[in-house]
Nanobody, 117 residues
């Protein structure tokens, strides 16, 4: 059974930082491109960042220079370091695993991030 379990969300003031974690089980982690997506109230889910097994990264323009995605392959875990947080970063953040060559795609349950004074 595949599980992606996110943690690390919460309430933070503007300008603050949070680190999200996503622990994967039930998949061969190295075969998957890992990503973070987010969905704000009333908006569609959008890409935040992705990272390949080799460490190639991709970021949404809105988070470039503020967020950093990384992965620990032996620990089957992907991280999202979020700095200089803004109120518009408020959303539910979802972990995503996409197989590099098949249609296999999995989602976590999401973790709430709220940026507010």
């Amino acid at each position: 059974q595949v599980q992606l379990v996110e943690s690390g969300g919460g309430l933070v003031q503007p300008g603050g930082s949070l680190r999200l974690s996503c622990a994967a089980s039930g998949i061969t982690f190295n075969f998957y491109i890992m990503g973070w997506y987010r969905q704000a109230p009333g908006k569609e889910r959008e890409l935040v960042a992705t990272i390949s097994s080799g460490g190639n990264t991709n970021y949404a323009d809105s988070v470039k220079g503020r967020f950093t995605i990384s992965r620990d392959n032996p620990r089957n875990t992907v991280y999202l370091q979020m700095n200089s947080l803004k109120p518009e970063d408020t959303a539910i953040y979802y972990c995503n695993a996409r197989h590099f060559s098949t249609t296999a795609l999995f989602w976590g349950q999401g973790t709430q991030v709220t940026v507010s004074a």
